[in-house]
């Protein structure tokens, strides 16, 4: 495997090795078509209008490059005071891979500015083209800074656990994207809920947990633990691997969003989601309709 692949998935994925996610050189940041495709993406989040693929100004299939993408918009962010408080994985369901056309996982940035109060209201607008999975959120006790993160050293770091709600969004046009572009517009991040009521991990099974989200009371989209990677801490462990081999780990105080649990459902403003995981409870959301502020 060479220093461009990503690690395959599966239920045994927290063993893959770190030799095969290198740090993309920060050479790769200044390149004339990676700021390009920066800009592009950057400009649909301010204007509110998507914007086409940025893969055909990337390499085919260059995650590397994908990374730095993103890389040069985190910065930004970071630049113009937005703070990161974790790392959202995405791609981690089966289901949500076929809906997108893609075979493995990726990694986004979570901004404090991304949060939405449990049961809070969207403002209509604020997202292009909103759609909504269920998640399973961990919060770190302590650092992960290994390149080779076990499911053990996960639930050693790991403080407590809630359900979540991720609003992903895509700036791209109709969601035609491919692996390239999502990992491009940070793992096509929007904004996330989190449940209120912190739960230990100790006696919790995570893959065997069950999961239903709602919109507006009829069931849009069910899943387990299991669909997660085989399991959410395998989700976390590659994560963890991922990032520490990139020269970027999780520390303490982390939040991490897992993957979802199953596909992934459309929103629309008056929509209403709810989602219930066994063992761990409850978390909804709302979009306001046309007009409608905060």
Not at 121 to 128: D, S
Not at 193 to 198: A, I, M
Not at 242 to 248: E, F, W
Request: proline content about 7%; some cysteine.
């Amino acid at each position: 495997m060479t220093a461009r692949e990503v690690p395959r998935t599966g239920p045994d994925v927290a063993n893959t090795g770190p030799d095969v996610v290198k740090a993309a050189p920060d050479v790769l940041k200044t390149a004339p078509d990676v700021v390009k495709a920066a800009d592009i993406l950057a400009e649909a989040t301010r204007t509110g209008r998507a914007c086409p693929p940025v893969r055909p100004l990337l390499p085919d299939g260059d995650i590397d490059a994908a990374y730095a993408v993103q890389r040069v918009n985190v910065d930004r962010g970071l630049a113009a005071g937005r703070r990161i408080v974790g790392r959202k994985i995405g791609l981690t369901s089966p289901a949500v891979q076929r809906q997108l056309s893609v075979d493995q996982p990726d990694f986004g940035a979570l901004f404090a500015d991304m949060a939405v109060p449990e049961s809070g209201v969207v403002a209509a607008g604020r997202l292009l083209q909103p759609k909504v999975e269920a998640e399973i959120a961990l919060v770190l006790g302590a650092d992960l800074p290994h390149a080779e993160c076990t499911v053990a050293d996960v639930l050693r770091a790991v403080d407590f656990a809630l359900p979540a709600l991720e609003i992903v969004d895509s700036r791209i046009e109709g969601w035609d994207i491919r692996l390239v572009d999502t990992v491009a517009d940070n793992a096509s991040s929007g904004l996330f809920v989190l449940g209120g009521t912190p739960v230990p991990l100790s006696g919790l099974d995570l893959r065997g947990v069950r999961m239903t989200m709602t919109r507006g009371g009829e069931a849009v989209s069910e899943g387990t633990g299991a669909d997660c990677l085989g399991s959410p801490l395998n989700a976390a462990a590659w994560l963890a691997s991922t990032v520490a081999g990139r020269g970027d780990p999780l520390r303490a105080g982390d939040l991490v969003l897992t993957g979802a649990l199953g596909p992934m459902a459309v929103a629309a403003p008056g929509d209403r989601f709810e989602a219930r995981i066994s063992q761990l409870g409850r978390v909804a959301v709302e979009f306001a309709a046309e007009g409608e502020g905060l």
